[in-house]
């Protein structure tokens, strides 16, 4: 390996979670941007999706057993000869519980995939992200309801708030290698997932309450990620990125 991305020198991005929703609008971007993109997820992609789309390629992994990301990596590296972007936006979508009803088996099953899974794909990316002639990237995908405090999400609000402080502590320890990570939260944004969770209602009281009220769509947020991955992203680093049209102001 010689540091100078895929063998046909195109930049080589990783994004989790990439078979729908978020994760495929950022898959798409990435491509249209010139990069060769491994879309991982544990399902299988979107039927009415992107699928194997130019300059994306579907691989299956549950990034929550550390066995299957080594090995995904290790693929992924053997295919295209490095990784220079990582996006960690696979993640588990929560309904409304009561707090005190919540056991401890809940709080670890959204901490094995929206905390343990990046920082899987982080140890098993970070030797080939320090190598890149880029300057690595790590693009985490946190959720703006750690700062609004959700009431009946404590298990996904605690969960995506270990995400951000993790950013920030791999902000400071990757560094030295010129790897920038970053955290990015997006809006109320009507993907299969969050539709499954609120209705119309909820999406209108939330786009009400922004600045710009206008729907945030995920190609809105792919692209801020494609910003953070970009030659210009190159010195924002241990930052936490708000997409959502203005509708939490810190």
């Not at 995908?141 to 791999?170: C, D, E, H, N, W």
Request: glycine share 12%; hydrophobic share 40%; proline share 5%.
């Amino acid at each position: 390996m010689t540091g100078q991305g895929s063998r046909d020198g195109r930049r080589v991005a990783v994004v989790t979670g990439a078979a729908g929703g978020l994760g495929q609008a950022v898959a798409r971007r990435l491509a249209r941007d010139g990069f060769t993109v491994a879309a991982l997820d544990i399902a299988e992609p979107d039927p009415d999706g992107s699928g194997e789309a130019a300059g994306v390629r579907p691989w299956h992994c549950d990034i929550s057993d550390p066995a299957a990301t080594r090995q995904a990596v290790g693929e992924i590296t053997e295919a295209y000869g490095g990784i220079d972007v990582l996006v960690n936006n696979a993640g588990l979508l929560s309904g409304r519980a009561p707090l005190l009803e919540t056991t401890p088996q809940e709080l670890h099953r959204f901490f094995d995939v929206n905390a343990v899974g990046p920082l899987l794909m982080v140890q098993a990316c970070a030797p080939w992200l320090s190598k890149s002639a880029y300057r690595g990237r790590v693009v985490n995908v946190a959720s703006r309801t750690f700062f609004t405090g959700s009431p009946g999400q404590i298990a996904y609000v605690a969960s995506k708030g270990a995400l951000i402080g993790m950013t920030r502590v791999m902000a400071r320890e990757l560094g030295e290698h010129r790897i920038t990570v970053n955290a990015v939260a997006p809006a109320q944004v009507a993907t299969p997932g969050t539709r499954a969770h609120s209705g119309d209602e909820v999406f209108a009281a939330t786009m009400r309450r922004q600045a710009i009220k206008e729907f945030v769509t995920p190609e809105h947020f792919a692209g801020l990620v494609s910003y953070l991955a970009s030659p210009d992203g190159a010195m924002v680093t241990g930052q936490t990125f708000v997409c959502d049209g203005g509708g939490l102001l810190h």
